[in-house]
């Protein structure tokens, strides 16, 4: 059973940055695609970045590209993601989750295992 514990999360003015970190345990991390989600209240959770195993694949949702990297330590054990320039409307909890199957993919029911969230809050 894997089990994912997201932290980084905070309120930051527009135009800030944040990081993200999720850290992995209870499985074998690098034999895992990982993914990036977010969920704004009254809102259905949406993808932001994908990530392979390897690090080979790397996938963002249009909202965030040119702004968001995110990257893995499989040493660590971690998934992290960098948001830079953030904007209100990234206003969300954001979750990381993790898919043992072959293949990236962006959409929620193609991952197995979810952490508790971090909420991000981003004023004007």
């Known amino acids: 059973q894997v089990q994912l514990v997201e932290s980084g999360g905070g309120s930051v003015q527009a135009g800030g940055s944040l990081r993200l970190s999720c850290a992995a345990s209870?499985?074998?991390?690098?034999?895992?695609?990982m993914g990036w989600f977010r969920q704004a209240p009254g809102m259905e959770r949406e993808f932001v970045a994908t990530i392979s195993r390897s690090a080979n694949s790397i996938y963002y949702a249009s909202s965030a590209k040119g702004r968001f990297t995110v990257s893995r330590d499989n040493d660590k054990n971690m998934l992290y993601l960098q948001m830079n320039s953030l904007k209100p409307e990234d206003t969300a909890v954001y979750y990381c989750?993790?898919?043992?199957?072959?293949?990236?993919?962006?959409?929620?029911?193609?991952?197995?295992?979810w952490g508790q969230g971090t909420q991000v809050t981003v004023s004007s």
């Open positions: 989750a993790a898919d043992g199957n072959m293949g990236i993919r962006n959409y929620p029911s193609a991952y197995d295992y």
């Open positions: 209870g499985g074998t991390f690098s034999n895992l695609n």
